[in-house]
């Protein structure tokens, strides 16, 4: 199975266009077009359904998949294990990552991996919890920085921190300048809820200490939910990092009883990962100690 194929079949599929595709792969429209043409041809199947508003996979593209990314993951590791063994560094490593994480520590974290392993290409996916156990899962990423997932069996797991949970309250709420807010008046506060359902840090607390708080508004994003709070429509909660960088009239309250998320890497096999994440990991594990400095000066502040 030719492996540029299956790059070009996994990069139409992720961006649902083979134009995108081919901007990806630094190759033309109809280039990438004549590549899956002949990947069809090949297997004997349709992989896309073709329309004017992009691509997206047959149920014969859908179960391909799991095996072109396993050929696209062999012929990558091969090539960077031959690279290292030549003292080379390079490769493509794709990390999955908490929107939180990215804002806040992924700039250095990168920063300082470019500048140690120039020749690796890093591709970088941002979502939530369900995002990241889907992408492990499935092997579509070489490691997540995440919280620890949740019901997901097979992956190693590195622990870099424990992120406080802290309430956000307008200015003028009763406990804004308290040393820490009950979650028990979640029960009666207005709340503004992040994505619910969508197994989100709310979701997973609000289930563990069996709250049933009282929605006032749902939202789709946490900046758009951390305005609504500054607009006194009512309190929310989430993990100190998130808001480490924002700004306004929110007061940022530790809540009772103390709540913690684990922030770490979770990688679908350690003992298979490539040189590129191994690289990585070590990274990560050398800026750790800055990394939790960050959050440090935030509370000491």
Not at 236 to 257: C, H, M, T
């Amino acid at each position: 199975m030719d492996t540029g194929k299956c790059e070009a079949f996994l990069e139409a599929a992720a961006e649902g266009s083979i134009t995108a595709a081919a901007s990806r792969l630094g190759l033309t429209q109809p280039g990438v077009t004549r590549i899956l043409n002949s990947l069809e041809a090949e297997l004997g199947f349709r992989l896309f359904v073709r329309g004017k508003s992009g691509v997206r996979l047959t149920a014969e593209g859908q179960a391909f998949l799991p095996a072109a990314r396993d050929v696209v993951r062999a012929a990558r590791r091969a090539a960077e294990v031959s690279s290292s063994i030549r003292g080379v560094a390079r490769g493509l490593l794709t990390i999955g990552s908490y929107f939180s994480v990215s804002a806040i520590w992924m700039p250095r974290i990168l920063s300082e991996y470019e500048k140690l392993y120039p020749g690796v290409r890093v591709r970088l996916l941002e979502g939530g919890n369900r995002e990241m156990a889907k992408w492990i899962a499935e092997r579509s990423v070489d490691l997540c920085f995440c919280a620890e997932p949740a019901k997901l069996e097979g992956f190693d797991w590195i622990p870099v921190m424990r992120d406080r949970i802290i309430a956000w309250l307008p200015g003028n709420h009763p406990f804004a300048r308290a040393l820490a807010y009950p979650l028990s008046r979640l029960s009666t506060d207005p709340f503004i809820h992040t994505l619910p359902g969508e197994d989100t840090d709310q979701d997973r607390l609000l289930a563990k200490e069996k709250i049933k708080p009282t929605v006032r508004f749902t939202t789709k994003d946490g900046f758009t939910t951390w305005c609504m709070v500054e607009a006194g429509l009512g309190v929310s909660f989430n993990q100190e990092l998130i808001s480490l960088r924002w700004k306004g009239n929110v007061a940022l309250v530790p809540v009772d009883p103390p709540q913690y998320v684990p922030l770490g890497l979770a990688i679908p096999s350690l003992d298979e990962a490539s040189p590129a994440t191994k690289r990585f990991i070590s990274c990560v594990r050398r800026l750790s100690p800055e990394l939790r400095g960050m959050v440090k000066q935030r509370q000491e502040g």
